[in-house]
């Protein structure tokens, strides 16, 4: 007999399992409904190191970033991105343990000949986490983390609040967080480092977080999120 399945049944008597995408009721030994699993709009390979699209969907033209590369298991869309808002408002750790596998997928994949020494995320301000009560991008670092046997740094900060990024322009998004990040961890010096968060629209913030590691001596640093925005030719987006 199969205990954790009867275990996860049980409990399902008195808790029942939500998807992770939509909220609704499923089987406990299901992460996600099957309208949901049908929406995911996967990235498959192989990928543009620059901005982590699918090559054939990729119109970057190169264009490169502090980070030395992005990578993410969807694109935000449909059921992905559901599930991201859903983990910015609750700390839902069924969440957490879902992306993180898909996540440890796409780095294992990408990532397989690079030399990683530990894993850091973007922050929140204290105050913000505070109110938040977590910080999903940490979480998730630290998931990841456990997943591919290597230490997590709390090694950023994020000193100022800044308005939502996605309450912004393309254009704008790089000077709303210039100069807000900086380092508080001195053993990044000389790591390639794996940067972790949620979702990426423009790379604004995962390039300024990149870019205050290496001025403080990280010697390469990897980025990976859940999604990716896609990029619409016609207004140039792709945080």
Request: glycine residues 6%; charged residues 25%.
């Amino acid at each position: 007999m199969n205990w954790k399945r009867v275990r996860r049944c049980f409990l399902a008597i008195f808790l029942p399992k939500r998807c992770i995408f939509c909220d609704t009721v499923i089987p406990p030994w299901h992460q996600s409904c099957e309208p949901c699993a049908r929406q995911l709009s996967f990235i498959r390979p192989p990928l543009c190191p620059y901005c982590g699209h699918y090559k054939k969907h990729c119109d970057c033209g190169n264009r490169r970033s502090a980070f030395d590369k992005v990578a993410a298991p969807f694109y935000y869309e449909a059921a992905a991105r559901s599930g991201v808002l859903r983990l910015k408002r609750h700390d839902d750790p069924d969440a957490i343990a879902c992306f993180a596998d898909h996540m440890h997928t796409v780095v294992c994949r990408e990532y397989g000949d690079e030399s990683i020494d530990g894993l850091v995320y973007v922050p929140m301000t204290r105050r913000a986490e505070r109110q938040r009560e977590y910080n999903q991008g940490r979480l998730l670092a630290e998931a990841l983390g456990e997943r591919l046997s290597l230490p997590v740094y709390a090694a950023l900060a994020k000193i100022y609040e800044t308005p939502p990024q996605k309450a912004l322009d393309f254009h704008a998004r790089s000077g709303n967080v210039l100069g807000v990040f900086d380092v508080i961890d001195p053993a990044v010096r000389g790591k390639t480092l794996l940067l972790v968060d949620d979702v990426m629209t423009t790379g604004a913030t995962l390039s300024e977080c990149a870019k205050m590691l290496k001025i403080y001596g990280a010697k390469r640093v990897l980025a990976v999120t859940i999604a990716v925005h896609k990029r619409k030719k016609e207004t140039d987006e792709v945080k």
